[in-house]
């Protein structure tokens, strides 16, 4: 392991030079890896152990759009897509990569197939953490394991196609096989993980549902809409609005941020531009401190997760969430902005 200087902290993590992908390779070199699911995280994940050399199979519902949707991406029934019995019978590793509310309806059905020696693998920790709600108690003789990619199934296969690497956390719950440490981080860099933090799994689920309730998700688009709502009101037109509010801030400023960091961005850009940021930014940071404690604090006593689970398992949550979301889509600012990106330059 490198430790590496995280702000005056110091860390360990696991790098692609410390434990290269033909050290990976040779960790698993036995393993049928199992993805049950295949939505957000599975295809990315799957693909990109397939095509590293590892040993894939898929499971999925049979006659379902994303049974449909591996067979696309070259998945072949019956030589490496299954029904997700099969599968799970078939893996030494599974990789449960359902949504949250779909394991908890799978998981008397996985639970059968985990013989002793498998390992269980999650890429969020909430199923084990809110195991009060959610049931999900792993027999004691297999390893339970976790990667979680900081980023989007997506977001990791286009990475991983352009040639680069997502960071992840991985965390061991439970290690029966003595083994449990290097099939971790073998498949952390096997699913094409940049470098890889330790964490545990109930840090991975309170960070990751406080991050994405605040300023990943929640927040970012509470802000955008504040922020919008008050330039239209003292008559700016729905395009300048948009333009101020989201545009230039996902489309000039981030990627700066993202190569240099925010001290870097501040310090070039016009210098009336860093007076305003510097005498706001602890204003913002002041409102919106007891916001965030509020979160984190619903998040650990578990009322995030009992309304996720609640609110996904009834039968018309489908119908509810295109509801919510089409109030966005069809909300003026991101009308105005879906024009917006049609006017890109590199769109024309």
């Known amino acids: 392991m490198a430790t590496i200087n995280f702000g005056g902290v110091l860390e360990q993590v696991v790098t692609r030079e410390e434990f290269p992908m033909e050290k990976a390779r040779e960790v698993l070199k036995n393993e049928v890896i199992a993805v049950i699911g295949y939505g957000v995280q599975g295809p990315g994940q799957a693909l990109n152990l397939k095509d590293n050399g590892f040993n894939v199979i898929v499971g999925q519902r049979k006659n379902s759009k994303t049974w449909d949707k591996a067979v696309a991406d070259g998945w072949v029934p019956g ?39 498998k390992a269980l693998y999650f890429s969020h920790g909430f199923g084990i953490t809110y195991k009060e709600q959610t049931g999900i108690i792993p027999p004691a003789d297999v390893d339970v394991i976790l990667v979680a990619p900081k980023g989007s199934g997506t977001s990791l296969r286009r990475l991983f196609l352009a040639g680069q690497g997502l960071n992840s956390s991985y965390a061991i719950f439970q290690d029966a096989t003595g083994r449990a440490k290097e099939r971790v981080v073998a498949l952390g860099i096997g699913v094409g993980s940049g470098y890889l933090f330790e964490t545990d799994f109930r840090k991975e689920v309170f960070s990751d549902l406080t991050g994405e309730r605040g300023s990943l998700m929640g927040c970012i688009q509470g802000i955008f809409a504040a922020q919008y709502e008050t330039l239209r009101k003292n008559g700016h037109s729905p395009s300048e609005a948009f333009n101020e509010t989201v545009e230039e801030l996902t489309q000039s400023l981030m990627p700066l941020v993202a190569e240099n960091g925010m001290d870097w961005m501040y310090a070039n850009c016009s210098t009336t531009a860093q007076r305003g940021a510097l005498d706001w ?32 398992s009834t039968p018309d949550y489908r119908e509810k969430l295109n509801e919510e979301l089409k109030e966005l889509r069809e909300s003026e600012m991101w009308q105005a902005g879906a024009a917006v990106r049609k006017l890109r330059p590199n769109n024309a």
């Not at 799978?106 to 002793?116: A, D, F, I, S």
């Not at 602890?282 to 609110?311: M, N």
């Open 79 to 117: 030589e490496t897509l299954f029904d997700i019995e099969e599968a799970a019978q078939k893996g030494t590793i599974l990789q449960f990569l359902l949504s949250d509310a779909g394991q908890i309806t799978l998981w008397p059905t996985l639970k059968k197939h985990l013989t002793p020696g």
């Open 281 to 312: 930014w602890k204003k913002f940071k002041s409102a919106t401190q007891p916001v965030f404690d509020e979160l984190y604090a619903s998040v650990a006593a578990g009322k995030e997760a009992a309304r996720s689970i609640a609110s996904n």
